[in-house]
């Protein structure tokens, strides 16, 4: 089992909320990832960094932001919720030297 | 426009044959590509990887071809059980240094019938 942790699993909230998703890793990894998955669908890289105070945005236009003050830790915020977040999102992590990336549980988000 | 394609959606098999998944690319120079096995309302774990200068990759009953010029990847499980029924990903990096995020395919969900 991967040592990354995302909080909370499951999460219900309204339309407009501001919220933010946990992720932390205890490999010491540099590199985290954001994806967002949809049920069959495949997964898009919406956030990354590369270590401290760096974060670059993915492919997928998202109204969510990151922030990486440490390195085991990596939330996605977002600021005001809307029904078509509804989806699933994995955080990853890797180390320098190697390119295998380490998924969490996910947090399966759902907005009404 | 870049496009990663896994044959199919979906792939039944008895148990005790092979199951042969595939992965196509288009637009990409990929430096090296990955399998990943991802089980419903989980995140994906990783399993074998295999470099752009490799031509095949074995890990116990799981085997990788890479081929560039196709633009290609196959991904085998031989003696497959219904153990092995999960979604199964590709996904590239195009960089050599490992800098870039990965891209990953739709998947394919594989289903081992006993």
Known sequence: ?112 | SQKIEQNSEALNIQEGKTATLTCNYTNYSPAYLQWYRQDPGRGPVFLLLIRENEKEKRKERLKVTFDTTLKQSLFHITASQPADSATYLCALATSRGGNTPLVFGKGTRLSVIA
């Open chain 1, 1 to 112: 089992e991967a040592d990354i942790y995302q909080t909370p699993r499951y999460l219900v909230i309204g339309t407009g909320k501001k919220i933010t998703l946990e992720c932390s890793q205890t490999m010491g990894h540099d590199k985290m990832y954001w994806y967002q998955q949809d049920p069959g669908m495949e997964l898009h890289l919406i956030h990354y960094s590369y270590g401290v105070n760096s974060t670059e945005k993915g492919d997928l236009s998202s109204e969510s932001t990151v922030s990486r003050i440490r390195t085991e830790h990596f939330p996605l915020t977002l600021e005001s919720a809307r029904p078509s977040h509804t989806s699933q999102y994995l955080c990853a992590s890797a180390s320098p030297i190697s390119t295998e990336a380490f998924f969490g549980q996910g947090t399966r988000l759902t907005v009404v």
